[in-house]
């Protein structure tokens, strides 16, 4: 079978069994996990950094564009082609194989390579008694830790803040059209980038941790966070102030490996399961712990009543799937499950999702899963806290919450958790961005399509719960609410009614986000679904002046850029 040029330099360089092409070959990869699709020339997957280089070295030589890709774990379509529009050949790189992970001094720090999961991370770091800067959040599994860098992801764990660091190794595109290597590491590689690659990946480097004045995370989060009076998001992704070279950058490089902080793992862990019908009650604990409690929560999730009677049902699965599997197998299972997908819903006279709709069958003959108390509060309270403490804080939420909830103007409970129930509530809250999915998938006759917002709301805000317009409200099936409470970072998944304009719904409710002073995306970062703010805009194209790497994220041009001045 013959190949074009560049389609035979890929196949030489990495073998005829790491080059996919084809739509059929291709489609998981070009997909998003929720939306987006476009088309490529080829889905590469490189197994060495060095491959990796000299794959993106052919890039550069045959002016193609490249999507760098990870999990594609993303909900933005940011890590897959948009549209067939481009005005160059795609190509998508990959680079899950490439997932070593290296232990720098005691454990204080790691090196992570760009296909590396933070499950591998926590898994690496858990006999050390060493925690991630991140865990896996309310997405699915299998997320990288490139990945989160790149997005400045946030995640649930409340003192850590943005996935953020000014340590790594990548290449970019100058506006001159080189490809370069940029080692900001600070650690000796080499000088060549083959000298460089080879010595990394070989581990051939001195691995103690020498003083460096550049950050290996958002180390001042918690002092953001502690000012409950200020008039701006604690985190979102514009933020001009968390952008620096990989940090960010959205796919705009290619991000060979990054150097991160690790914590102490807290010695003891206590979780408090706290519901109410009064907002308000919610906003007084959570200004309250912030400000005034010596130890931050670890954990703070936001769960409404509605979206735990949807993960309840069509998150069951997942639920009993991370329970009883573990979550060592389940993001091979999932991209099993998605190629599955592609290939079922192209037969005609086989239903669309038939995965989906097994699965689901299957959970519904199963037992409750979730426990009693959980129940009964869900029957009891509309809103939904789930908060976990640990070591000096937990004796402070004890002493707290029963003078708090004695308080007549408090209406509301709380109760302390056995250890199955706190797993129970976690796992319940994890699921429920997936149960939104399945949702919308199962009732696709009935109901139009889903729009999924992930908002930061100002750090004062009181009002925290949306209200929405009454003809507005009349375009949506289900609203669907959950989060990050104390970083005041929500996500919120709308299925909208039979017929209803999804762009236009989107549209009147970015309206009403900035008239709260909101931001948005918070943390899944603007993809090819919203318009990237001046700022981010300026720093994606001063990354990447070509326009090689990923073009039209944020709404910005597809175009290749030619003036060195950009």
Sequence with gaps: MS????????????????????????????SGWRSGSGAALAVLFPDTLLKLWQTLQICVDNNCIIIMQAAKTGLTEGSTPSGNDYDREVVVINTLVMDDLMVLGNGEQVLSFPGTTLHKLETTLKPLSR???????????????????????GGALVKRGPAYTELALFAQVTAEGRLELVNHLDIELGDTPEEILTNLESGRFDCTITATNKKASASDYSERLRDVDADTPSRFNADTSR??????????????????????????EKTFYIGTNNPDTLTRLRRHILAEFTQLPEVGEYIHRDI????????????????????????????LKGRIDAVLNKI????????????????GLLREHLPDRMLAFREKYEHHLILKMSDEGIAEAQAFLPAFFSDNEQVGDFFECTERESGSAFLHRFAAAGAAVRYQLL????????????????????DWVEKLPDELAGKIDKSLYYGHFFCHVFHQDYVLKKGVDAKKVKAEMLRILDSRGAKYPAEHNVGHLYKAEEGLAAFYQRIDPTNTFNPGVGKLEKHKRNCSCC
Excluded at 348 to 363: E, N
Aim: glycine letters at 8%.
């Design 131 to 153: 925690a991630p800067h991140s865990v896996i959040g309310s997405s699915c599994l299998g997320a990288s830790i490139v990945g989160g860098v790149a997005n400045n992801s």
């Design 308 to 335: 735990f009677d949807i993960a309840a049902k069509y998150g069951k699965d997942t639920f009993l799937s991370v329970k009883h599997l573990g979550t060592d197998r389940l993001p091979k299972m999932f991209a």
């Design 243 to 268: 952008l620096f070279e990989a940090s960010g950058c959205a796919g705009k490089l290619a991000v060979f490996a990054v150097r991160l902080d690790t914590f102490e793992v807290a010695k003891q």
């Design 348 to 363: 005609s006279f086989v239903p669309d999702f038939l995965t989906d709709r097994i699965m689901q069958g299957v959970s």
């Design 443 to 462: 009732h696709q006759k009935d109901v139009g399509e889903i729009l999924a917002l992930d908002i930061a709301l100002r750090r004062n805000e009181h």
């Design 3 to 30: 190949h074009s040029p560049i389609l035979s330099q890929f196949i030489q360089l990495l073998g005829e069994d790491k080059v996919a092409t084809g739509d059929r070959r291709t489609e998981h990869y070009r």
